[in-house]
């Protein structure tokens, strides 16, 4: 009703309690409003959850189980209806040796940081626009398009992630038929938030759902954003350019990189990798290569576009290496998610990108992607990419292990009730236990008194010495690792 929305306390919004502030580990009733909350968010498939990824340098020989014995408790991980532990709560990424107290030291605590409340709407004579926001002084240019997404008019609602600047915005719409001429029988409104990082926007992900729903009901009343916004609303550093991150390099020196992706935690569909992977099929190992590689990647898809920017995340999960010091020379590979024609001027000067577009017209404009995906048809217009679309034998034999570990997964848990582990940390820290092997054994040629890269070592980091030259190719002169590498010819090998 209009009366309790307008009162608006501030459990009316959160789904999550502000854990950070607690002075100890978070308790099982925290997870479980985790999941309550979620739990109300419908998404494809009738399923919700929240994941976080945990990963430490030393990544386990075993990607089914994760355990730290390290850590001042012990690390669970939560599973069907199971309960998380203080870690998965308070952390996107655990870190070997580094626990939740050793974190607060550090100055790694996730904020509420909203910069701005909006509400967008459609209108029959303008178009998309903004009809209200807060603060009202701030730059929203372009957010009328990304929170309302190309199509949308033929559903009846979604969910949006997207960029604006150096912030991420999250905005849930909704389409409502009504009786009215001037509207022409349709009522379409999106309501969304703005931040520094998108790692705790899914907090807010009912509440704008709720709240797009009372606009649509009750346009006008924004007393319940008032009193959202007054509460979340960021204190950025003056004189800083507001990019805050959830897990800063500098608090943590040199037990993290840039390469291993710092926002990990975004909620989404439980079962969202093993459903990405599984969409994708063997085309997954494909994926890999590009996304490590840093390549531009773009996926087409019709609304909903919810769904698809769980993909964007997920192509950047392919990536992580956990080993310090490695490559801090590349492009980071951030998640742009939703983009349109507005963004096109911004996509002519990232050298690195995952986003997703529900406009065809992108499909083009060949200067601004590398890789562009269609459905399930990943392809590339550049000719010294195309060797990687073919799939070789290691791939082959990767994604056998990988389909392999998750039906011993599974089985463990239906048999053995084992909740402790989850497909999505299956997933990840299957391919980030891959690129660890891939980066060590390079570190330790490059290193080495003789730097030659045989098949031998080819074969060790998993990979095809024949089907993977060309990859291995790219890999060393973006990573920038001086290696000798001998495999077509050994009297005449090749520099890199």
């Known amino acids: 009703m209009v009366e309790q929305s307008d009162r608006a306390p501030l459990l009316d919004w959160e789904e999550v309690p502000p854990a950070e502030l607690a002075p100890t580990a978070p308790s099982p009733e925290t997870e479980d409003s985790v999941q309550s909350g979620l739990s109300s968010y419908p998404t494809e498939g009738g399923v919700r959850a929240d994941i976080s990824l945990n990963a430490s340098p030393a990544t386990p020989s075993s990607v089914t189980a994760v355990s730290d014995e390290s850590a001042h408790s012990p690390q669970k991980h939560s599973g069907p209806g199971g309960d998380a532990s203080a870690a998965d709560e308070e952390g996107d990424c655990a870190f070997h040796g580094l626990s939740i107290r050793d974190r607060r030291i550090a100055g790694w605590e996730e904020k509420d940081q909203i910069v701005a409340v909006f509400v967008v709407t459609f209108d029959t004579r303008s178009g998309n626009m903004i009809e209200w926001c807060l603060p009202q002084d701030v730059n929203l240019e372009g ?34 038929p009504v009786e009215s001429e001037l509207e022409r029988g349709a009522r379409m409104k999106s309501v969304g938030i703005l931040s520094p990082s998108y790692t705790l926007l899914y907090r807010y992900m009912h509440f704008l759902e709720n709240q797009v729903r009372h606009q649509l009901q009750c346009p006008g009343q924004y007393s319940p954003l008032e009193a959202f916004y007054e509460d979340k609303k960021a204190v950025l550093p003056l004189g800083g350019n507001g990019l805050v991150t959830a897990c800063p390099t500098s608090a943590l020196g040199p037990m993290v990189n840039r390469c291993m992706h710092p926002e990990m935690k975004i909620t989404h569909p439980a079962g969202c990798m093993s459903h990405f992977i599984r969409f994708f099929g063997e085309q997954i190992m494909v994926l890999w290569k590009f996304a490590l590689l840093r390549k531009r990647i773009l996926i087409f898809s019709p609304p909903p576009v919810g769904v698809v920017c769980y993909r964007v995340y ?183």
């Open 143 to 176: 957010v009328e398009f990304k929170s309302m997404a190309s199509g949308s008019h033929r559903i009846s609602s979604d969910f949006i992630y997207f960029r604006k600047g150096c912030y991420f915005g999250l905005a849930c719409f909704a389409n409502m």
């Open 314 to 496: 997920c192509c950047c999960c392919l990536a992580n290496v956990s080993i310090p010091g490695m490559g801090v020379s590349v492009p980071e590979f951030r998640p742009f998610f939703y983009i349109n024609v507005a963004d096109i001027s911004a996509l002519e000067t990232e050298p690195s990108y995952v986003a997703c577009t529900t406009e065809k017209i992108f499909e083009e404009k060949k200067e601004l992607y590398d890789v562009y995906i269609d459905n399930q048809n990943v392809k590339t217009h550049r000719e010294s990419l195309q060797p990687l679309l073919r799939l070789n034998s290691a791939d082959r034999e990767k994604y056998r292990k990988l389909c392999e570990q998750r039906q011993l997964l599974l089985y463990s848990q239906e048999v053995d009730g084992d909740c402790t582990s989850n497909e999505e940390e299956l997933f990840i820290l299957f391919f980030m236990e891959q690129n660890n092997r891939i980066f060590q054994t390079l570190s330790e040629v490059a290193g080495s008194a003789d730097p030659t890269l045989t098949a031998e070592h080819v074969r060790a980091m998993g990979l095809d010495p024949q089907g993977d030259r060309s990859f291995l190719v790219d890999l060393l002169e973006i990573y920038g690792i001086d290696v000798m590498l001998v495999i077509d010819n050994p009297c005449c090998p090749s520099h890199s």
